[in-house]
């Protein structure tokens, strides 16, 4: 099957910085490209659908000027988590959806904690 | 919207058993069906899927049954081995749209050795 990475695979960051985190799409085109958040025992949250080229959609309850996505290329996601708090800690991960299948494929995850 | 109920939320077996694992959706204009497989600290992997287009689809010890009729899917694992264990999560997509998938809560499978 396809193959999606992320980068970092886990990241401990302090109260009131700003992290990163990148989602690639190796061996296929990814017009769209998703975000989730997904809380220890519980279901995948949808935060955001990105879309190359054009501003992300939000999900209702997710804030947009504090999860910043950027999908600027066919193969390569952004999601930046501004002015992290400890209730941002999570495990984060992406998406990508084959253009020619419409078949999505999960990275492996993002384990954010802010301390 | 759509929405996608999965059952049982917890599922034990003893290696060898068969498995299954039921899902039911709500909007009949959903015809692309996925399963996904997460293992701890790991992202989802996609196991099978089915489209509307068939009822049944099968890979080696993994099969998914579609009854567009009941607006239910189910996925079924033979002979399970302690390497099945894991989180199974079941979603359905509509056509058209943002084509963005419903997920089901999640099965966690525990298969005994």
């Known amino acids: 099957g396809a193959v999606v990475s992320q980068h970092p695979s886990w990241v401990i960051c302090k109260s009131g910085t700003s992290v990163k985190i990148e989602c690639r799409s190796l061996d296929f085109q990814a017009t769209t490209m998703f975000w989730y958040r997904q809380f220890p025992k519980q279901s995948l949250m949808l935060m955001a659908t990105s879309n190359e080229g054009s501003k992300a959609t939000y ?7 504090k999860f910043l996505i950027n999908h600027a ?5 952004t999601l930046t988590v501004t002015s992290a708090h400890p209730e941002d800690s999570s495990f984060y991960i992406c998406s990508a959806r084959v253009d020619s299948t419409d078949t999505q494929y999960f990275g492996p995850g993002t384990r954010l904690t802010v301390l | 919207g759509e929405n996608v109920e999965q059952h049982p939320s917890t599922l034990s077996v003893q290696e060898g058993d068969s498995a299954v ?4 959706y709500s909007d009949s204009a ?3 069906f996925p399963w996904y497989k997460q293992e701890l600290g ?3 992997q996609l196991i099978i899927d089915i489209r509307s287009n068939v009822g049944e689809k099968k890979d080696q010890r993994i099969a998914v049954t579609l009854n567009k009729t009941a607006k239910h899917f189910s996925l079924h694992i033979t002979e399970t081995q302690p390497e099945d264990s894991a989180v199974y999560f079941c979603a359905a997509r509509a056509s058209g749209g943002s084509y963005i998938p419903t997920f089901g809560r999640g099965t966690s499978l525990i298969v005994h050795p």
């Open chain 1, 59 to 65: 999900e209702q309850g997710v804030e947009k000027d």
């Open chain 1, 73 to 77: 290329s066919l193969t390569l996601s």
């Open chain 2, 21 to 24: 694992i039921k899902c039911t």
């Open chain 2, 30 to 32: 959903s015809n692309y």
């Open chain 2, 42 to 44: 790991k992202g989802p």
